[in-house]
Nanobody, 121 residues
Framework: QYRLVESGGGLVQPGGSLRLSCAASGFTLDYYAIGWFRQAPGKEREGVSCIGSSGDSTKYADSVKGRFTISRDNAKKMVYLQMNSLKPEDTAVYYC??????????????WGQGTQVTVSS
């Protein structure tokens, strides 16, 4: 059973930083890529970033390149998303989910509950 729990969201001013965490349990994290996604009010969920199972490959949406950094610690069963230079348009609920590989379909039942990120002055 896949269980992913996000944390670290909150309210931050434009230009600020947040670090999101995704805690995995119930499955062997080492075998899976993990993606971060977000959904803003009235918009479809979109992919933000993804990291391969061993951490040797990463992908970013154009809108966050150079500002966000994804990382993972398989020993701790954690995946992180460091978000710098935040903009109001980054406001959304952020989710992590398991994938066989970056770009593949999210594994059913692996979505976390989400964490709210609000960027506002």
């Amino acid at each position: 059973q896949y269980r992913l729990v996000e944390s670290g969201g909150g309210l931050v001013q434009p230009g600020g930083s947040l670090r999101l965490s995704c805690a995995a349990s119930g499955f062997t994290l080492d075998y899976y890529a993990i993606g971060w996604f977000r959904q803003a009010p009235g918009k479809e969920r979109e992919g933000v970033s993804c990291i391969g199972s061993s951490g040797d490959s990463t992908k970013y949406a154009d809108s966050v390149k150079g500002r966000f950094t994804i990382s993972r610690d398989n020993a701790k069963k954690m995946v992180y998303l460091q978000m710098n230079s935040l903009k109001p348009e980054d406001t959304a609920v952020y989710y992590c989910a398991a994938q066989r590989s970056c770009g593949s379909t999210v594994i059913a039942g692996s979505w976390g509950q989400g964490t709210q990120v609000t960027v506002s002055s």
